[in-house]
């Protein structure tokens, strides 16, 4: 890490003074992050029509927390982590062996998990109250090992990215011809839902349970208004994630705001503009 505070120590704000605010610095980094995550896994959570899903990650996870925190592990994520590749991987096998509509399946799973978290939250007259930091999240309570967890899936999705992108897309897109094709669609499916549930909850303690679905969907809608490939669409929208990212994280300083409301709104703003010069195009 100190080499990453010798280059913000550069930068010409007052928290970037040399030996002061490591935590503001250790969010910049967190941002710079969780966004390229966030912009890449977007595309496919806007191509794959599962919008909401993300939403039920969280909600799957924020149960595994209070699962963790009544087993008394001295860290919950990792009994989230667990939780939600287990109900990714549940979901993936439902939605593709049933037949039943993506929202459908999106749906029950949510509303199950959620209602099993409350339960468990507060069984012998336990308070909720005490899950409330997760629905809003703070970024500058970030630490360097969790940093360091989130660059190696970073690294894990780059490689995913160049490796089965056109696979993952198009067994999203047309599944009965990436079967002709003999491509797995289930463990494609598998893997990018894996993806998305690892990358959910160890972010929702930072970005906040109430927008952490926004971040996954808003980068690859304001991109697709825009791009005419797909080399395009993935650079927009990462590229879009990662100024919105550091946006939010500026103005929630200066002003006091919540971090992951400020990168939302960020992204709503910019989605607004892609869809404006979109409709001026045509």
């Keep these: 890490m100190s080499f990453w505070y010798a280059i913000v120590d550069l930068l010409p704000f007052e928290w970037a003074q040399p030996g002061s605010m490591f935590f503001m610095k250790n969010a910049l980094l967190a941002v710079l992050v969780i966004s390229p995550l966030f912009g890449l896994l977007s595309t496919m ?158 972010s929702m303690t930072w970005v906040g349970l109430l927008v952490i679905n926004s971040l996954l969907v808003l980068p690859g809608a304001a991109a697709r208004n825009l791009a005419r490939n797909m080399r395009q669409y993935n650079l927009l929208s990462v590229l879009g994630a990662i100024a919105a990212g550091i946006g939010g994280l500026m103005t929630s300083y200066y002003i006091g705001a919540s971090a992951g409301a400020s990168i939302t709104l960020y992204l709503a703003g910019w989605f607004l503009v892609s869809f404006l010069l979109r409709k001026r195009r045509v």
């Design 45 to 202: 959570v806007v191509e794959s029509r599962m919008s909401f899903f993300s939403d039920a990650l969280g909600h799957s996870a924020f149960t595994g927390i209070a699962i963790g925190a009544l087993c008394g592990l001295a860290d919950p994520m990792w009994s989230a982590v667990a939780l939600s590749l287990a109900f990714a991987l549940l979901f993936t096998y439902v939605r593709r062996n049933s037949g039943i509509a993506s929202d459908t399946v999106i749906g029950v799973f949510s509303s199950t998990a959620v209602a099993l978290g409350i339960f468990i939250a507060t069984l012998d007259g336990g308070s909720f109250t005490k899950f409330n930091s997760l629905l809003i999240g703070d970024i500058l309570s970030v630490e360097p090992g969790k940093i360091a967890l989130l660059a190696c899936i970073l690294l894990a999705a780059a490689a995913l990215w160049v490796c089965c992108f056109n696979q993952l897309m198009l067994s999203s897109v047309h599944p009965a011809l990436a079967n002709s094709r003999g491509i797995g669609v289930f463990w494609q499916e598998a893997v990018f839902s894996a993806a998305i549930a690892v990358v959910v909850t160890v």
